[in-house]
């Protein structure tokens, strides 16, 4: 018998709600809309080494390409946000990277603590991420989910000599 219950149904997947969250970067990648727009996305999961709500759920924080960048804007991208995650994430003052890629390579596993907000946008509301802070736990001890094995291994493989008994 089954009784549907909603109460256990809450907290589990949806919004992330409006707060502060210590997260990992599990990521970054330059990417663009299907209207050509360009931007930097950058997936963050919420650390399950920390007690806070949502464990291991996904933030994704994005800096657009500016429409009318300056000289000191990484490849059109907000040179402000860039040195804001960077000392976010504790990468030393100073340090230089050759392309806008490497910079994104480095952030990979890197913790910080980001302030959470709800944002509007044509009648769909998201987590979006508004702040980003030093972690105040910067020792990670963060367990990523594994995926199941999709290897072929995982398969048998099935061969025939004479396929056409096959229904395809």
């Known amino acids: 018998m089954i009784?549907?219950?909603y109460d256990e149904a809450q907290g589990t997947g949806g919004l992330?709600?409006?707060g502060e969250y210590e997260v990992v970067i599990k990521r970054g990648s330059q990417m663009a809309t299907p209207g050509g727009t360009e931007y930097l996305n950058i997936p963050m999961v919420i650390r399950?080494?920390?007690?806070?709500p949502r464990q291991n759920a996904y933030l994704w924080h994005t800096v657009w390409h500016l429409k009318s960048p300056s000289a000191s804007d990484p490849n059109g991208f907000?040179?402000?946000s860039i040195q804001i995650?960077?000392?976010a994430a504790n990468i030393p003052n100073g340090k230089s990277f050759s392309t806008l890629e490497e910079w994104l390579e480095s952030l990979v596993g890197r913790v910080v603590?980001?302030?959470v907000e709800h944002d509007t946008y044509n009648g769909n509301t998201?987590?979006?991420i508004k702040y980003t802070n030093e972690s105040t736990k910067p020792e990670c001890l963060h367990k990523f989910k594994e995926k199941p094995d999709t290897t072929h291994e995982?398969?048998?493989e099935v061969t025939s000599e004479d396929d056409s008994d096959l229904p395809f």
């Open 126 to 128: 998201n987590a979006r």
């Open 78 to 80: 907000s040179g402000k």
């Open 16 to 18: 992330v709600p409006v």
């Open 3 to 5: 009784s549907v219950n």
């Open 113 to 115: 603590r980001v302030t």
């Open 154 to 156: 995982a398969y048998t």
């Open 48 to 52: 399950n080494d920390v007690e806070q």
């Open 85 to 87: 995650i960077s000392k």
